[in-house]
């Protein structure tokens, strides 16, 4: 189901990447909810929300999580708790500020063919960089289960640490 070009109030909170591709990840979900994982308080899954697609929101404390119409948060520990979404369920997965790379097989499972899975690493501030992945590590990572239509590294951390902040807009393989 396509969704009409319908751009809900823009917010300086909402990651820009995400603005970016967000109705290319509306489009593509075929009215299957879209996931937020570590949601916060909810300012990504809500910007999707607006724009007319179900969004559900995890993470592993939803006090401060602000949630409205078409967006739903539930409390879950991503270390602890086993995936609960079944094979095909998910329309597009979002992961901002946060990365697991361990739930990238859970990502492709869950995800629809045709989905998207976006990708914003923390930026590459303090020893953030010690948390990051290495250059071409996670492109090689989703290589197997997604096209990259959009994928950007930055270098990032002291010479020769090789860590890479990314951004990227992977869709789910056939």
């Known amino acids: 189901m396509h969704r009409s070009h319908i751009q809900p109030a823009a917010s300086s909170d909402v990651s820009a990447w995400l603005r970016r591709h967000a109705e290319k990840i509306v489009n593509a979900a ?3 909810p879209v996931l937020e994982v570590a949601c916060g308080t909810g ?3 809500r910007f999707l929300a607006q ?3 179900e969004v559900i929101g995890i993470d592993i404390d939803i006090s401060k999580t602000v949630t409205k119409e078409h967006f739903q948060a539930r409390r879950m520990d991503l270390d602890a708790e086993p995936w609960p979404f079944r094979k095909g369920e ?3 997965i979002i992961q ?3 990365l697991r790379r361990s739930l990238f097989a859970w990502f492709a499972h869950s995800l629809v063919p045709g989905g998207f899975l976006l990708i914003e690493t923390v930026p590459g501030c303090g020893g953030n960089y ?3 992945p290495r250059a071409g590590e996670l492109s090689a990572q989703l290589a197997a289960d997604f096209h990259l239509e959009a994928y950007r590294e930055g270098k990032v951390g002291p010479p020769g640490t090789n860590a890479v902040t990314v951004r990227a807009l992977a869709r789910r393989k056939q």
């Open 96 to 98: 901002v500020h946060f």
């Open 30 to 32: 075929q009215s299957r």
């Open 51 to 53: 724009l007319g697609c």
């Open 130 to 132: 010690l948390e990051l």
């Open 90 to 92: 998910l329309g597009g």
């Open 43 to 45: 300012r990504n899954g």
